[in-house]
């Protein structure tokens, strides 16, 4: 299995940018497709980004679309969230994900593996 710790969060402007980073150990990392989740208070854990192990594609809502950027360095295991132009409503606890090569599909919760324990953005008007 894989133990995954996101950082990055914190505290933005509107407007503002904020990069989170997911790093992984234990089994290799390169052996997940990699994705990016979040959840508001109130709200059900939402599809944010997502990356194949080979990072040869992105996928992303449309709600973050020309604004976020899911990258990843497998050399690192580190998977990497880069957010700009945040608004409000970007605001949520983030959670990294990684699910089996061949399972699932990207953007249901469900077919992920492995959790993070989540990062707080919170973004101000």
């Known amino acids: 299995q894989v133990q995954l710790v996101e950082s990055g969060g914190g505290l933005a402007q509107a407007g503002g940018s904020l990069r989170l980073s997911c790093t992984a150990s234990g089994r290799t990392f390169s052996s997940y497709n990699m994705g990016w989740f979040r959840q508001a208070p109130g709200k059900e854990r939402e599809f944010v980004a997502a990356?194949?192990?080979?990072?040869?594609?992105?996928y992303y809502a449309d709600s973050v679309k020309g604004r976020f950027t899911i990258s990843r360095d497998n050399a690192k295991n580190t998977l990497y969230l880069q957010m700009n132009s945040l608004k409000p409503e970007d605001a949520a606890v983030y959670y990294c994900a990684a699910r089996v090569i061949g399972s699932g599909v990207y953007y249901n919760r469900g077919s992920y593996n492995y959790w993070g324990q989540g990062t707080q953005v919170t973004v101000s008007s």
């Open positions: 990356i194949p192990w080979s990072g040869s594609s992105t």
